[in-house]
């Protein structure tokens, strides 16, 4: 065990039972994006009385330490989520190795193809996790190489999001209070215009300006709603610089050319846009809905009669970017018997607790939570639940990280600095083939 690690663990153990060596408390790290909110979630106890991701996860957290028999204890380490990845991979060189870790699915094959994570199909079946709960995506999304490596936990996917006093300004809101939304590109840019003319306001909001690629996630979804593979399954080929490709980037450079989208939003000022009332639809994913949903209801914001939508098939089918969250257990040579066990106790009680995270608006990837009274009960749901058939993922290859971040830049380009769709569209498919040769 590295030296740092293990004298910390022997002081842990000495202040919990004032004697080194007869320890009757385990520490394991946990190691995780979603913010920092402890002014708000420090001290509540119990996820249920928690809202948002943040607010959820460290209640989870929370209130395992204060629940569980083992005398384990969850220590959280919160990362930046740009940095998150890096950070990560950090640890296996400086020894502070996290023994529970978020992981995204794209990510997967990066840390389990280098070896760097812990099988848990024996772990699962010794602490009683049920892996065919588990919908197959999900389970899918947690495989690599035929070994299980994770929990899945959520499936997200982009959502509309929507201002309905807005809307129905705009005219845009049916007799059954249903909300009128494009369904060719044509009449997304014509209805954007009609919206912009009746409100004075933008008709859509989304982050426009960093690394956080939101319109790149809905150029994907456009491209599987024209029936085009963007990454074959195999992982080897792209289908980027095409004419389905150009169309669907031609809609979207339309979208900020015709001023129907501020191209000065960043993350949180697209949220920000939106709760203030500044924008008739907010493109983000399923993990903002609880936010919005308790922000709309506190009177707080301008938003006030909030509705969510699935992304519908303006090219096609409604087909949708989608990914997973998983708790992954990073490989230590350090661990003790202890810890790996204090570990897989938190990973089958974040396991048993997935209907609180399914709150924040993620899909739920158990079919036990999927079918309970519960969650049919939480609100929203079944305005979107045609999202969890629609959701499509990226095949899960080496380096997704690496190829969403090249395609955001070569994408944002078109309405940062004027691009032509198809200088764009040239300048992510010699991105992205550069990744996928190096990737062999």
């Given at each position: 065990m590295h030296h740092s690690k293990l004298l910390a663990r022997l002081a842990l153990a000495t202040a919990l039972t004032g004697v080194a060596g007869t320890a009757s408390a385990v520490e394991i790290s946990f190691f995780r994006f979603f913010g920092d909110c402890q002014t708000d979630y420090g001290t509540v106890m119990k996820a249920a009385e928690a809202n948002g991701e943040c607010g959820i996860i460290t209640a989870l957290a929370n209130q395992f330490n204060a629940e569980n028999t083992i005398g384990a204890k969850v220590v959280t380490q919160t990362v930046d989520w740009g940095a998150y990845y890096d950070q990560l991979t950090a640890t296996y060189s400086t020894g502070n190795i996290p023994d529970v870790a978020v992981m995204h699915s794209s990510v997967l094959p990066n840390f389990s193809?280098?070896?760097?994570?812990?099988?848990?199909?024996?772990g699962f079946a010794k602490v009683g996790i049920d892996t065919a709960d588990f919908v197959p995506a999900a389970l899918k999304n947690a495989t690599t190489n035929d070994t299980l490596y994770a929990l899945p936990y959520d499936l997200h996917a982009l959502l509309f999001h929507v201002n309905v006093d807005?809307?129905?300004q705009a005219g845009f809101v049916n007799e059954d209070g249903s909300i009128k939304l494009p369904t060719s590109p044509e009449e997304l840019i014509s209805m954007g215009k009609e919206f912009k003319e009746k409100t004075g306001k933008f008709y859509i909001a989304t982050e426009s300006q960093s690394s956080e690629g939101m319109m790149v996630r809905l150029w994907e979804s456009f491209m599987w709603q024209q029936g085009v593979d963007v990454l074959s399954a195999d992982g080897k080929e792209a289908s980027i610089a095409t004419p389905e490709g150009e169309?669907?980037?031609?809609?979207?450079?339309?979208?900020?050319?015709e001023g129907l989208a501020n191209t000065a939003l960043d993350y949180p000022g697209a949220e920000q846009a939106f709760l203030n009332g500044e924008a008739g639809i907010l493109i983000n994913g399923t993990w903002g809905v609880d936010n919005y949903d308790s922000q709309a209801k506190s009177g707080k914001a301008v938003l006030k009669n909030y509705a969510v939508a699935n992304v519908p098939g303006i090219f096609g089918a409604p087909k949708v970017w989608a990914d997973s969250h998983m708790w992954v257990m990073p490989k230590d040579e350090g661990r003790t018997p202890e810890e790996t066990e204090a570990a897989l106790a938190f990973i089958k009680f974040l396991n048993d607790n997935n209907f609180q995270w399914a709150r924040t608006g993620h899909l739920s990837v158990r079919q036990s939570v999927i079918a309970s009274p519960e969650f049919a009960a939480l609100p929203h749901r079944s305005d979107f639940a045609a999202t969890a058939e629609n959701a499509t993922a990226l095949p899960v290859v080496q380096n997704?990280?690496?190829?969403?971040?090249?395609?955001?830049?070569?994408?944002n380009a078109m309405w940062l600095t004027g691009t032509e769709p198809a200088d764009a569209l040239a300048a992510m498919q010699e991105s992205v083939d550069q990744i996928l040769r190096r990737n062999r």
């Open positions: 193809d280098r070896d760097l994570l812990v099988p848990l199909a024996d807005l809307m129905a169309k669907a980037a031609a809609l979207i450079k339309a979208i900020y050319d997704q990280r690496g190829i969403f971040s090249a395609m955001t830049t070569d994408l």
